[in-house]
């Protein structure tokens, strides 16, 4: 069965520090990736998508980047992070099909001070 | 462009009243529709979803959804609710085949004793 993980659960960074936020899917290949945002007491923003190795969407101009540098890895990156990066990251993956439902990861707390 | 209502930010409820958690959405094209629920501090899990065929949708929990395509709706119901329904629960569309999904802001579902 396919699983996927993120890590780290929790994170608390100061203004300015680097960011990064890593996504593994298990038992999949080549699967959709995607990285939402969720600010408190709202709802899901899209950030990023990738259909593939190197294959990057952004749906939001912000201060965040994405990377996939293999098929099932998925890294969420911060060169200086803003107050307004706090939230709660989801990671979801779906197969290359389309329109396909979504799984998503436990998810990472992220904490800006 | 397509848009995803949930028309209540939150409901509350007593144990094991029945409940309505109501979506409209907005879209020109055909739709696959999903219901997700969200713990505290949690990623999201699937509760079931609409691609074709039957109106009626049944999931996990003993939820259930109805698709109205004249209404644009897709209401979450269950009969009886229990308090380890309290969540989150998140109504969304996919439209396109990138597989992205558009998630309507949330319904807090508060159940009391």
């Known amino acids: 069965s396919q699983t996927i993980h993120q890590w780290p659960a929790t994170l608390v960074q100061p203004v300015g520090s680097p960011l990064s936020l890593e996504c593994t899917v298990e038992g999949t290949s080549n699967p959709n990736l995607y990285w939402y945002r969720q600010a408190a007491g709202r709802g899901l923003q899209l950030l990023f998508y990738s259909v593939g190795i190197g294959q990057i969407s952004s749906e939001v101009p912000q201060n965040l980047s994405a990377s996939r540098p293999q098929d099932r890895q998925f890294i969420l990156s911060s060169k200086k992070l803003l107050l307004s990066d706090s939230g709660f990251y989801l990671c979801?993956?779906?197969?290359?099909?389309?329109?396909?439902?979504?799984?998503f990861g436990p998810g990472t707390r992220l904490l800006v001070l | 462009a397509q848009s995803v209502t949930q028309l209540d930010s939150q409901v509350p409820v007593f144990e094991e009243a029945p409940v309505e958690l109501r979506c409209n959405y907005s879209s020109s094209v055909s739709v696959y529709l999903f219901w997700y629920v969200q713990y505290p501090n949690q990623g999201l899990q699937l509760l079931l979803k609409?691609?074709?065929?039957?109106?009626l949708v049944k999931g996990i929990n003993g939820f259930e959804a109805e698709f109205n395509k004249s209404q644009t709706s897709f209401h979450l119901r269950k009969p009886s609710v229990h308090i380890s329904d309290t969540a989150e629960y998140f109504c969304a569309v996919s439209v396109s085949n990138t597989g992205k999904l558009i998630f309507g802001q949330g319904t807090t579902l508060q159940v009391k004793p």
């Open positions: 979801a993956w779906s197969v290359r099909r389309g329109r396909e439902t979504q799984y």
């Open positions: 609409y691609l074709s065929g039957s109106t």
